[in-house]
């Protein structure tokens, strides 16, 4: 089955400690995508990776940092998180040759104490 | 870059009427645009997508147009159900560019 698995669902943490989560694909996407959603905000793009070891950021990368390896995997780290980064993360991916739609993760909820 | 903006943020329908949402994009090489819906709480998922050599384009009660002079796209949604109630996301995107820029969401909401 083709999809996009983030973890973990939940996190709650403290203000300074890192994290990191995860995102895999298995539809070979070379474009993966982090988005971050506020309410009333929309999807604001974090970073984006067009393939393997090429990252760009997106609206607003500011305390994120992101790698891409292997094309499968796309995880968001942060380094020293605060209370301004609590909200629901997207990760996402498509296939740049085909151009079809977005496959979604599942969301990542963040709160940051 | 690609600029999508889409109108209204909110909308709001009686049961039965029908609804739609509109987007303009700035790139005049897009050339794939899909229309997402999310639940609350839940990933945004595809529910409709057009590409550009095509004008219109129905699936049961909702339907997208493209209208590539004018640079703006629309999802129509007829028959509403309280079921439709979510926020519905356009996006436009072009061949080998990979990264699909996102509108901001408009709230639909339902009423029965």
């Known amino acids: 089955e083709a999809q996009v698995t983030q973890n973990p669902r939940y996190l709650i943490t403290v203000t300074g400690k890192k994290l990191t989560v995860t995102c895999s694909q298995n539809?070979?996407?070379?474009?993966m995508s982090w988005y971050r959603q506020d309410p009333g905000l929309g999807l604001r793009q974090i970073y984006y990776s067009m393939n393997v070891e090429v990252t760009d950021k997106g609206d607003v990368p500011e305390g994120y940092k992101v790698s891409r390896k292997e094309k499968r995997n796309f995880p968001l780290i942060l380094e020293s998180p605060s209370p301004n980064q609590t909200s629901l993360y997207f990760c996402a991916s498509m296939s740049v040759s085909a151009n079809t739609e977005a496959f979604f993760g599942q969301g990542t909820r963040l709160t940051v104490v | 870059g690609e600029n999508v903006e889409q109108h209204p943020s909110t909308l709001s329908v009686q049961e039965g009427d029908s609804a739609v949402i509109k987007c303009t994009y700035s790139d005049s090489a897009s050339n794939y645009f899909p229309w997402y819906k999310q639940e609350l709480g839940k990933r945004p998922q595809l529910i409709i997508d057009i590409r550009s050599n095509v004008g219109e384009k129905k699936d049961q009660r909702i339907a997208v147009t493209l209208n590539k002079t004018a640079k703006h796209f629309s999802l129509h949604i007829t028959e509403t159900q309280p079921e439709d109630s979510a926020v519905y996301f356009c996006a436009a995107s072009k061949s080998n560019a990979g990264k699909s820029t996102f509108g901001d969401g408009t709230t639909l909401t339902v009423k029965p």
């Open positions: 539809m070979n996407h070379e474009y």
